[in-house]
């Protein structure tokens, strides 16, 4: 039997004095693809990063295991080594494509750079190879595209010119970690089926490292799940996802939102209503600057919500569905009538509106951004409440944030804890906690969920719902990930540049929807998870 | 290694103070202790042995010049006379204190004073430099300047004056004249600079606009113009050159103003309808404070500097202020005398090379890329 094209044996990573992974072992030959599957932290990145010897050394180290490539040892191998290794045999996709290149490069200077180190090519010829790869990675006017550079390019042309980039060597093993997390699920799609057809068409190996299974199952032929630093089960693609062996590869596997929303009765009030929201950011130019035309972010749009009732606002993103968030809270300026209870929060005085405040809250996107990381826990809840009750003595005030935080599942004896020291989901409890401390009427909840992994989403989905019947809470709940809104909303609103392409319940949007774009969305969920 | 001086983050060892709820401000309880942040931030600055070494030196040389009346005076510290003690250092006496003829201040350097108060069974605890410095030494052996000798360490200026005397009052009178300006034009800086990034727009525009012509004005010529007009003094001073520094921490504080008022907790904070002083001060702030600790020891450095040009071109502190500046135009007036010159020069440099030490520790401890790596 050939060698395989990589081998890792054991492979054990410390930072510091913090055991991070152990005992990682897994092959993989040419054609093949392998997939590391594992929530965040689970050290996925770590084992990608340390094949190539990338990680932080010597704050990183590898007190034992073994990295063959072709049969050769990278652990501890020269640096004139690794760089013929790097960029040139093993390629490299990063997550974060518009942090992974160069700002200041242009699209022809990026991939240039490693044929010119690797194969020494002149400008000619490397100018050749470059059209050849824009093409091959599916960038439409690869001449045009030469000169731009990446704030130029949208998310997805991005990932492309680093799929390029990654590419242009011929490497054999492509390591792809989360190639698709940061785009849209209609993009998403698009490159998942560049890179399979690449690997076909080069004959590569791929690496490829996600969290999200849906990816998984359609491009692995083998899957190692990764938990906690080490591989708990490795398999191939039929047999982990017809008979998973390990408890946690079924915990992974059933983390689906579940459920549907119950209707609300029809007396329900209305909490808030909106009748032709805009929000136009003007263009200027000139010396003048005069105004030549505006950005519709949000352009038109009427929405009602009553009390109990869950709207999903989804879209791509760029289609404005924060922007009408933050609008409809009157965080930014917009035109438009806008009803809270009745009270026009157009008319009302500054100070009158901070009053309303209290009965219409938001939940961020990013719970490490939310909170502020110089606030304990106790003193971020406790900040709403100074404002709008600032007549609660000390222990009424401890008495409330202790029932917020046992409401969102979290031990009231964290009060004095800081934000850094909860995980993602337990923090997205604390800004749930912040907002439901003051009981509001209608909770505003800007994709609570994207930067949580998939287990984590479902106990927040479960969270959400029963503080909705508990409270009869309204919610606006927007979000690009379809499975999660049919589990929550009871209306849909779909959204595209600023305006609503459709609106229903969620059986008629998820059966019959109208719009091809509705369609191409839901397809998108579907396929990627 | 670096990660080893990480300290543990052990959250229970955090203490926030108790929930009192009075105030204005809607203020939070203060916290005694250092929170975790802050602890890797002391203990950064530890590490930067230079700069720790640095600050130990600096605070022990200034903390001494506070007490430069006790180590460098022409009165001494205690006078015993005749079974009484006396503190000439903090009261005027009179020479008939001590028996002497004269309603006039007694003049401890007069033999015939320390005659009197040897023979009413007296001694006097001198400081150990005998002048202050404006005291005039008459008894030099060669024509002022004169060199060192045992009685004047460092020899005396074109006047006579003992120079270690005026080297310890013109270190004081320069690192506090620093230290006014910096505290000052901190926080007018910062200020400006949170008023202009918090809202933005158009007060931001109007604002810059102004501070950049404001920054055109020739300040030296302005101080030179006006050093004619009104006699200088530390006050004076101190106001004019606040009028032209404060404008050096707004630009950093303004743009960690900017990028702060649109961080996702300074927005919930608002959707939870705090108010903007509020969430600027609580929220934002602190944010902003990162670079002003940083720039804080530069610009107590330029004070100093400031400070010793305008005295080294005779529009600083008014005539016969101790002053570093006026020392080393002796010297450059002086060239036969080089102990005024390299005084000053040494003295100078020590100092503003243990302040910017300080600061560089300063900047490691307050680099979040120093921080250790987190896997």
Do not use: C
Not at chain 1, 68 to 77: C, K, R, S, V, W
Not at chain 2, 194 to 219: H, K, M, S, Y
């Amino acid at each position: 039997m050939s060698t395989p094209l990589l081998e890792v044996r054991d492979l054990a990573v410390d930072f510091g004095d913090a055991p991070t992974v152990r005992d990682v072992s897994f092959t993989l030959d040419r054609g093949e693809t392998l997939a590391l599957v594992g929530e965040s932290g689970s050290g996925k990145s770590v084992t990608a990063l340390s094949i190539l010897q990338l990680l932080p050394y010597p704050t990183a180290r590898h007190p034992g295991g073994s990295i063959l490539f072709e049969g050769q040892e990278l652990i501890g191998a020269p640096e004139q080594r690794l760089t013929e290794v790097r960029g040139d045999r093993i390629g490299m996709i990063f997550q974060e494509p518009m942090t992974s290149l160069n700002p200041l490069h242009t699209v022809e200077r990026q991939i240039g750079e490693t044929l010119l180190i690797h194969r020494g090519m002149d400008t000619h010829a490397a100018r050749a190879r470059i059209l050849e790869l824009l093409d091959l990675v599916g960038i439409r006017n690869p001449e045009q595209r030469l000169r731009s550079y990446p704030h130029q390019l949208s998310g997805g042309q991005r990932q492309r010119v680093m799929i390029a980039m990654a590419l242009a060597n011929e490497p054999d093993l492509l390591i792809a970690d989360e190639p698709t997390t940061a785009l849209d699920v209609t993009i998403q799609q698009q490159i998942l089926e560049l890179l399979s057809d690449l690997r076909e068409r080069l004959g590569m190996a791929l690496l490829l490292i996600s969290h999200d299974l849906g990816i998984v199952r359609r491009m692995a032929d083998r899957v190692a799940v990764m938990q906690g630093g080490r591989i708990v089960e490795q398999a191939s693609n039929t047999d982990l996802f017809t008979q998973p062996q390990h408890l946690y590869t079924r915990e992974l596997l059933d983390a689906e939102p579940r459920g549907r929303q119950e209707p609300i009765p029809e007396t329900a009030p209305e909490v808030l209503t909106g009748r032709n929201i805009r929000v136009w950011f003007p263009i200027q130019r000139g010396l003048l600057r005069r105004t030549v035309g505006h950005i519709k972010a949000v352009d038109g749009i009427d929405i009602d919500v009553r009390a109990g009732e869950t709207i999903g606002v989804v879209g791509e993103s760029g289609s404005g569905k924060t922007t009408l968030g933050l609008a409809l809270l009157r965080l930014i300026d917009s035109q438009g009538a806008i009803h809270l209870d009745g009270e026009n929060l157009r008319q009302v005085h500054k100070t009158a509106l901070r009053r309303l405040r209290k009965s219409m809250q938001i939940v961020f996107q990013d719970p490490f951004a939310s909170l502020n990381p110089r606030f304990s826990i106790g003193q971020v809840i406790a900040e709403g409440l100074r404002v709008h009750a600032p007549n609660l003595t000390a222990a009424e005030l401890d008495a409330r944030i202790g029932n917020a935080l046992t409401e969102v599942g979290l031990d009231p004896d964290s009060r004095n804890r800081y934000p850094h020291e909860f995980s993602g989901g337990q923090r997205q409890r604390i800004a749930i906690a912040r907002a439901l401390v003051l009981e509001p009427r209608l909770l505003i909840l800007d994709e609570p969920t994207s930067a949580l992994d998939r287990s984590v989403q479902s106990q927040i989905v479960d969270l959400l719902r029963a503080l909705q019947r508990r409270h009869r809470l309204a919610y606006l709940f927007i979000s690009h990930d379809l499975k999660i809104v049919r589990a929550l909303a009871n209306r849909i609103i779909v959204m595209r540049d600023g305006q609503v392409v459709e609106q229903g319940s969620v059986e008629d949007i998820f059966t019959r929807p109208t719009q091809e774009y509705t369609q191409r969305l839901i397809n998108a969920a579907w396929f990627s998870a | 290694m670096k990660t080893d001086r990480v300290p543990s983050l052990d959250p229970t060892r955090v203490d926030i103070g108790s929930g009192v709820n009075s105030g204005l401000l809607i203020p939070f309880p203060v916290r005694y202790h250092l929170n975790p942040i802050n602890q890797r931030r002391w203990q950064q600055f530890q590490a930067n042995r230079r700069g720790w070494w640095s600050l130990w030196l600096f605070m022990m040389l200034f903390v001494a010049s506070l007490g430069a009346e006790l180590i460098a005076n022409d009165r001494p510290i205690l006078v015993s006379y005749q079974g009484d003690w006396y503190w000439p250092v903090f009261t005027d006496y009179s020479e008939t204190r001590f028996g002497g003829d004269l309603e006039i201040a007694a003049d401890y350097r007069d033999p015939y004073l320390a005659d009197l108060i040897r023979q009413g069974d007296g001694w006097m605890l001198w400081p150990p430099i005998r002048y202050h410095y404006k005291t005039i030494n008459y008894a030099l052996p060669t024509p002022a300047p004169s060199a060192p000798t045992a009685d004047n360490w460092l020899g005396t200026d074109d006047q006579g004056r003992d120079v270690a005397a005026r080297l310890i009052y013109g270190f004081r009178i320069s690192v506090l004249f620093g230290l006014a300006l910096t505290l000052l034009s901190s926080v007018i800086g910062v200020m400006a600079g949170a008023v202009q990034g918090f809202f933005g727009g158009i007060t931001d525009l109007l604002f810059q606009r102004f501070i950049e012509i404001w920054n055109g004005l020739p300040v030296l010529y302005l101080l030179i113009i006006l050093a004619s007009v009104v006699e200088p003094t530390f006050a004076w001073l101190l106001g004019l050159m606040l009028l032209f520094s404060w404008t050096a921490l707004v630009g950093v504080v303004r743009a960690e103003f900017l990028r702060a008022r649109n961080f996702d907790y300074v927005r919930a904070a608002r959707a939870l309808g705090v108010g903007d002083l509020t969430i600027m001060v609580r929220h934002v702030l602190p944010n902003a404070m990162v670079a002003t600790f940083t720039f804080m020891p530069f610009i107590l450095t330029s004070s100093i500097t400031t400070l010793t040009s305008l005295d080294f071109l005779g529009f600083g502190l008014p005539v016969g202020s101790p002053s570093l500046g006026e020392l080393l135009a002796q010297g450059k007036n002086n060239l036969q005398a080089p102990w005024l010159g390299i005084t000053a020069f040494v003295v100078l440099g020590v100092m503003l090379s243990l302040l910017i030490f300080v600061g560089e520790a300063a900047r490691d401890a307050f680099d979040p890329r120093k921080q250790g790596i987190k896997p």
